[in-house]
Structure formats: structure tokens, C-alpha cells
């Protein structure tokens, strides 16, 4: 199993607009890609930031492989959608985290 997790900092002042369009265009759109089993949004609770809010979603993909193949044929088309409809106010990190491997924690790929 692959975790790949979406952090998005978000103006307060377009939260209830972004969480509209994410739960019934976004999520939906990056769903029908295929590539992932599961997609779970969570607001952070902590840390706070002043006038911001932050939310993360993570989506549960089968393998490494088909995270790639959705970051290579599908990632640049969605990506663009966000920044077309919210632009620069918003902050994005994105991270992806597998199963440790050993008992040195160490992931062999």
C-alpha cells in the first residue's frame, strides 16, 4: 500500500468554497483516475495558523507503480485544475509514505 497525502493551506476566507469544490469536483475527479482505493480528508487541528486553515487528504493507492503512473499521466491535468479555480493563495505540499520495510526503518525500493 501507498499513502499519498495532500497538505493544503487554505485562506479562511475561501475555506467553505474549497471544501465544496474538493468533496464534489476534486476528489471525485482524482477517484475516477482509478489509481487510488480510498481518499480521506482531515482538517489539522494543530498547529493553528492565524487567518489560514489547513486540510489534508490522503489517498490510499495499490502500488508504487500506480502512484506513478497517476503522478505521470494524470497529476499535471488536476494540479492545474486547483490552481485555475483557487491560484496562489493556497499553499500545496504533497508527500508519499509506504510501510516500513525492516526494523531499521529503512525502504528498500
Not at 501507498?2 to 475527479?29: R, S
Request: charged share 30%.
Amino acid at each position: 500500500m501507498v499513502i499519498y497525502t495532500v497538505e493544503i493551506v487554505v485562506p479562511v476566507d475561501i475555506q467553505t468554497e474549497w471544501i465544496e469544490w474538493m468533496t464534489t469536483k476534486h476528489i471525485p475527479e482524482i477517484m475516477k483516475t482509478g489509481y487510488f482505493n480510498e481518499s480521506r480528508p482531515f482538517q489539522v487541528v494543530d498547529p493553528e495558523t492565524p487567518n489560514k486553515v489547513t486540510f489534508e487528504i490522503r489517498y490510499d493507492c495499490k502500488s508504487l507503480d500506480d502512484y506513478r503512473k497517476y503522478r505521470d499521466e494524470e497529476s499535471g491535468r488536476l494540479a492545474a485544475m486547483h490552481s485555475e479555480k483557487f491560484g496562489e493563495g493556497v499553499e500545496i505540499r504533497r508527500r508519499l509514505s509506504i510501510p516500513m520495510q525492516n526494523p531499521e526503518g529503512k525502504v528498500v525500493f
